[in-house]
């Protein structure tokens, strides 16, 4: 059975460690538009016209990290937006915990499938080294399937992530999502009567 056809809400929330394949999730959903905290934090650090430019940047600098308020109202402005405009969404990667899950519910009534895509740390670390992006539009690929170094659509060439291309970050941002709250965030929408769906991808990207 096709993961769609599993799924009976018209948006998705999206759960799962660093190289679980989240991005190859959301592409098999076109009607759907990805809703990303570390995308769009990635996109506002360039943006120079956006009020959060200057302390995005300094966090980024001084922390390696934005703070949670930070992620938490770039995602909700956004989903407020596509919201306003009836439009379909996959929220990436948020919420982390059950503070940021509270404030979801409470800021607008959830009408979404809960998917966790669950990796092990040694498969993530494997995925990750192999994983580039071309800078202009973000987007990420895997240097064991993507034929193409330039990209058809912003022209740029593929580059590593910053915040992965060692073992030793890959293993910080795993450490940094082994502290939040899956387990609680899982439980408390299941509370809420929301279908929660976890599929093993250790041995596929679906």
């Keep these: 059975m096709s993961i769609s056809s599993r799924v009976r809400a018209k948006n998705f929330i999206l759960l799962g460690a660093p190289g679980a394949g989240k991005s190859t999730f959301a592409n098999l959903f076109q009607r759907h538009v990805p809703v990303s905290a570390g995308w769009m934090i990635r996109q506002k650090a360039r943006d120079t016209t956006h009020p959060l430019f200057k302390e995005i940047n300094y966090q980024l600098k001084t922390n390696a990290k ?53 990796v092990d740390q ?14 202009f539009c973000l987007e990420n690929y895997n240097l ?14 593929l580059s590593k992530r910053d915040d992965d291309d060692s073992i030793e970050k890959i293993r910080q941002r795993w450490e940094i999502y082994k502290q939040h709250d899956l387990a609680g965030v899982k439980e408390y929408f299941r509370k809420n009567n929301m279908s929660v769906i976890t599929i093993d991808v250790n041995h596929s990207f679906f």
């Design 144 to 157: 064991l399937t993507r034929k193409f170094n330039f990209c058809d659509r912003c022209n740029t060439e």
């Design 66 to 118: 934005v703070d949670e308020s930070i992620a938490t109202f770039l995602v909700l402005e956004r989903l407020k937006e596509l919201n306003s405009q009836k439009r379909l969404w996959l929220l990436d990667g948020f919420p982390r915990n059950l503070h940021q899950a509270r404030t979801l519910k409470d800021f607008m009534p959830l009408r979404a499938t809960v998917v966790h895509l669950d």
């Design 122 to 135: 040694k498969t993530s670390t494997q995925r990750l080294l192999n994983r580039c992006l071309y800078p």
